[in-house]
């Protein structure tokens, strides 16, 4: 009897933290599946019939490299779905967008920013632009293929 209802705000904030992702209208068409860590999480059976982007995502799985991935990171200040993230590695060019962001307990935001696999591993990644505010990347729950 000690439970309460937690609103929607804590169940996007799980959601982030939880490294699940939410396809709303800013990021709809703009991923394949592998981007979002699905593969990862078992969202995807390569064994079972016909899907729409069947085509592109068992080419991707099986013959090519995935240079993009979702990384969970924490910002100290507010970001939304679709916000742009920028590294010096990309020449002035978005190197990733917020999936899913969710104000986060002790200030700040928590989101799932699909970016350069090269830029998160060698890199300092901004939001909005090379002087935006510092993403500070934390482990997933899960382990990446």
């Known amino acids: 009897k ?8 804590c169940w996007d904030w799980l959601h982030v933290r939880s490294g699940l992702p939410v ?17 990862a999480l078992g969202g995807v059976s390569f064994k079972k019939g016909c899907y729409p982007g069947q085509e ?16 969970l990171a924490h910002v100290d200040t507010t970001a939304k779905a679709g916000d ?3 590294s010096a590695e990309m020449a002035g060019q978005p190197s990733g967008m917020v999936m899913n962001a969710a104000a986060a307990a002790g200030g700040g935001y928590d989101v799932l920013v699909v970016m350069q696999i090269s830029s998160r591993e060698t890199q300092s990644v901004h939001l909005h632009s090379l002087e935006g505010a510092k993403l500070n990347f934390q482990e997933l729950p899960y382990t990446l293929p």
């Open 23 to 39: 396809i709303t209208p800013p990021t709809q068409e703009q991923f394949v599946l592998q981007m979002t860590n699905l593969d």
């Open 84 to 86: 742009e993230v920028f």
């Open 2 to 9: 000690t439970a309460r209802p937690a609103g929607s705000a």
């Open 56 to 71: 592109v995502v068992a080419r991707t799985q099986h013959i090519g490299k995935i240079k993009r991935r979702m990384f």
